[in-house]
């Protein structure tokens, strides 16, 4: 294998056998291929593509590269969720606690932030002393005793794509259909899944803002668990305006806890419950999307679900009493209201501006090396649509510095745009897709 | 400066400032931008492009990474001359020394191998002792002295561009006009040249197999040139097979030796007397290529071109002894006559093939880390058109293993073509491009 002539011959539109494939994928887990020839051959990826062929071979090299969970031993179904990335997405801190709540087990990987968007693992570690470094046999030992862990890709879990996901975020090659594909299915397969909801992010602020290319990303996925025997179910959210109100890693661990504890912004909420009943539908734990709804709805209101977290974070090193004392996550030394310049209506507020603004304050990473102040980002209420008077509060900024409120503020001037006109947002929840096709909501 | 949004910008076709361009140039040149981050980069201008103020931009980043020649001082013209790469060509080890046994000092400035084709840097490292690895003093001491350095781009000089050329020669990136135009001048700005005559490689051997693009590649070196004050001619030569016989770093410096005992391949002569002519005349050292031509041929038989080069070679460290005796250069372990299967016309010789051959056996690099063997490659006397017998020699294959035999034979056997028909290749010397246009040859 010489690696610059498959380069050449992906970047000049031709395509790459499997056995090809899993050759480059494997020799650069291994550190044999180094990452900028990786990183010129995915930029080639995002201008050719890949076919489904290609596609697939990515991800079984991706399973090949390391080694799985092995849950089968446990008597109850395991479901996970996963969404595509999107600004302000809490919903895995809640769904992980509250589906476990009921009797269903959440093995549930996830990442750190990519481009503009969050990660939950992020999130999670901006909780005193909490790891998602787990084993393996760790990961399956605490499943079996609690129902859910939440871990990290360690160097044991699909290592091809933990390097390859990292080195996407610092080269601008995320948005390629295939590869989020092949990079989420052989996370998930490799937690041992019997069914699996995607969420699948639409609108300026998703790294596929055409409707038919997230249709074809759910297909793709979809795809993917069946050939692993993993049933996969989308449903497509909209991400042009963040979800929620926090924007930041400890500000958004708030905002879920405030959600299990009945209470958040609606949005959230409805987003949050959609995916939940989807999972325990799929589980088998609920008949109807209707009583998976009332299911849910008691695991909160009993404290079950508030009570799972403290057991997540707890068996996982981390400070259980954040969940009662949202106080003790980290605060920025700085806090300041931004403010309506006019009265008028809430034409946008742009996901990818908020987004990489997190970053700016330091909550994110600009290449593969920084490291993350958990306590800044934005909790901005305002809501494409909302009629607002001049001076009204938009955004609360939290910041390191005065001089990052000033970098925040100007961020913020250019995320959110007040105008005249009446404003028709993306309908929050807009399709299901499944392995039956497409549906629309509502 | 966010890295993976320039990234973004230029992949989605958007253009960078000069300043972007200066600042994410001299990060890199520093160490501060990952090559990863490089390469995707390049990858992007790969399918974007970049227009003239991006390439002079990038040129101009270039030079102010580093430092340059100063050889203001000098009474002579300096001129140098360069090619866009080839397989086979080993033209520059017998221009430096031929004309500046003619009083023309010649600050030559070479690289690596890079992609299929063969570098002059390679070559020379080739000769046992020989450092090209001067400091600018150092050069500029010698030039006063002996009229030539055959030097490499130390960390003194356009050290952006060094670390770029390695990264694009591993990145399958190389085959760019304007990043091929900015590298080449950057290098020659920096030799602080009174002219600079270019070899621009026609076919499919050569990094632009269009006609336009090798034209478009002329002007944009000739309008960089005019913005330092550094006339530049460029002259097209037929790269859809080998030029000369010697395919591999020792086997060329022997047959540039060769030529400089007025022997060797015709067509290598030909390349060289044209280029040489064009220098000496740009230089203002001869009134016409014919007086050009004649001053040649008699440094040749006067002996005078092989003394100059004795006196580089020694100059640098190396082992002068290998020019009245080329069996002092590394000789592979393995040597084996490749013959034709059948009696008919040589159709082609494959120049990819053959470069990519030559890396295969171990004389050229796969990656920016290898190591090369200056001993293996390919002889071959086979040319385009040639009428060949049943078992008649067509090349000579030097490898380090009787497994490197088998393999540089299976190399050929899928390189060289023999069919019925006649065949035409291109003209070895097709067009002039000058400040005032494009002149076809014959």
Same mark, same amino acid.
Not at 49 to 60: C, I, K, Q, V
Not at 179 to 186: D, E, G, H, T, Y
Not at 403 to 429: F, K, N, Q, Y
């Given at each position: 294998?010489?690696?610059?002539?498959?380069?050449?011959?992906?970047?000049?539109?031709?395509?790459?056998? *499997? $056995?090809?494939? #899993?050759?480059?994928? %494997?020799?650069? @887990?291994?550190?044999? =291929?180094?990452?900028?020839?990786?990183? /010129?051959?995915?930029?080639?990826?995002?201008?050719?593509?890949?076919?489904?062929?290609?596609?697939?071979?990515?991800?079984?090299?991706?399973?090949?590269?390391?080694?799985?969970?092995?849950?089968?031993?446990?008597?109850?179904?395991?479901?996970?969720?996963?969404?595509?990335?999107?600004?302000?997405?809490?919903?895995?801190?809640?769904?992980?606690?509250?589906?476990?709540?009921?009797?269903?087990?959440?093995?549930?990987?996830?990442?750190?932030?990519?481009?503009?968007?969050?990660?939950?693992?992020?999130?999670?570690?901006?909780?005193?002393?909490?790891?998602?470094?787990?084993?393996?046999?760790?990961?399956?030992?605490?499943?079996?005793?609690?129902?859910?862990?939440?871990?990290?890709?360690?160097?044991?879990?699909? *290592? $091809?794509?933990? #390097?390859?996901?990292? %080195?996407?975020? @610092?080269?601008?090659? =995320?948005?390629?259909?295939?590869?989020? /594909?092949?990079?989420?299915?052989?996370?998930?397969?490799?937690?041992?899944?019997?069914?699996?909801?995607?969420?699948?992010?639409?609108?300026?602020?998703?790294?596929?803002?055409?409707?038919?290319?997230?249709?074809?990303?759910?297909?793709?996925?979809?795809?993917?668990?069946?050939?692993?025997?993993?049933?996969?179910?989308?449903?497509?959210?909209?991400?042009?305006?963040?979800?929620?109100?926090?924007?930041?890693?400890?500000?958004?661990?708030?905002?879920?806890?405030?959600?299990?504890?009945?209470?958040?912004?609606?949005?959230?909420?409805?987003?949050?419950?959609?995916?939940?009943?989807?999972?325990?539908?799929?589980?088998?734990?609920?008949?109807?999307?209707?009583?998976?709804?009332?299911?849910?709805?008691?695991?909160?209101?009993?404290? #079950?679900?508030?009570?799972?977290?403290?057991?997540?974070?707890?068996?996982?090193?981390?400070?259980?009493?954040?969940?009662?004392?949202?106080?003790?996550?980290?605060?920025?030394?700085?806090?300041?209201?931004?403010?309506?310049?006019?009265?008028?209506?809430?034409?946008?507020?742009?996901?990818?501006?908020?987004?990489?603004?997190?970053?700016?304050?330091?909550?994110?990473?600009?290449?593969?090396?920084?490291?993350?102040?958990?306590?800044?980002?934005?909790?901005?209420?305002?809501?494409?649509?909302?009629?607002?008077?001049?001076?009204?509060?938009?955004?609360?900024?939290?910041?390191?510095?005065?001089?990052?409120?000033?970098?925040?503020?100007?961020?913020?001037?250019?995320?959110?745009?007040?105008?005249?006109?009446?404003?028709?947002?993306?309908?929050?929840?807009?399709?299901?897709?499944?392995?039956?096709?497409?549906?629309?909501?509502?």
């Amino acid at each position: 294998m010489i690696v610059p002539r498959l380069i050449e011959r992906k970047r000049d539109g031709g395509r790459l056998e *499997p $056995a090809e494939i #899993r050759e480059l994928v %494997l020799e650069y @887990a291994e550190g044999r =291929v180094p990452d900028y020839q990786m990183a /010129a051959f995915l930029m080639a990826v995002f201008f050719r593509g890949f076919d489904r062929t290609e596609m697939s071979a990515l991800m079984e090299a991706m399973l090949a590269s390391g080694k799985r969970l092995d849950l089968s031993r446990l008597p109850m179904p395991r479901v996970d969720k996963h969404s595509t990335g999107g600004v302000g997405d809490k919903t895995s801190l809640i769904l992980a606690p509250l589906i476990a709540s009921l009797g269903v087990a959440v093995p549930m990987m996830s990442g750190r932030g990519l481009g503009h968007t969050g990660g939950t693992l992020d999130k999670l570690e901006s909780i005193p002393g909490f790891s998602a470094a787990l084993t393996l046999t760790q990961a399956e030992q605490q499943i079996a005793r609690i129902g859910c862990a939440m871990l990290s890709q360690t160097d044991e879990i699909v *290592p $091809a794509d933990r #390097r390859m996901y990292a %080195l996407r975020d @610092a080269t601008a090659t =995320v948005e390629v259909i295939p590869l989020i /594909a092949a990079s989420i299915m052989s996370k998930k397969i490799s937690e041992d899944l019997t069914g699996l909801v995607l969420d699948i992010k639409r609108g300026s602020g998703s790294f596929l803002p055409k409707l038919e290319d997230e249709i074809e990303l759910a297909k793709a996925m979809i795809d993917l668990g069946a050939s692993h025997g993993c049933p996969v179910v989308a449903l497509l959210t909209a991400m042009d305006r963040p979800l929620g109100h926090a924007c930041g890693n400890a500000l958004e661990v708030a905002e879920a806890i405030e959600v299990l504890k009945g209470a958040g912004p609606g949005d959230l909420i409805e987003v949050t419950m959609a995916l939940g009943a989807a999972m325990l539908v799929l589980a088998g734990a609920a008949s109807s999307q209707e009583a998976a709804r009332a299911m849910m709805v008691d695991a909160i209101n009993s404290g #079950r679900a508030l009570i799972k977290l403290e057991e997540i974070i707890a068996a996982q090193g981390g400070d259980s009493g954040v969940v009662r004392d949202p106080g003790r996550l980290p605060r920025a030394a700085y806090a300041e209201t931004f403010v309506a310049k006019r009265e008028g209506v809430i034409q946008s507020v742009d996901p990818r501006a908020i987004g990489y603004g997190v970053i700016a304050l330091g909550g994110g990473r600009r290449n593969m090396e920084d490291r993350i102040d958990p306590s800044v980002g934005f909790v901005i209420t305002a809501k494409p649509g909302l009629r607002v008077a001049k001076d009204q509060s938009l955004v609360t900024i939290h910041a390191r510095s005065k001089e990052d409120l000033t970098l925040g503020r100007s961020i913020l001037e250019g995320a959110i745009v007040i105008g005249d006109s009446s404003v028709t947002p993306l309908p929050l929840l807009s399709h299901w897709v499944t392995a039956r096709g497409v549906e629309p909501i509502g």
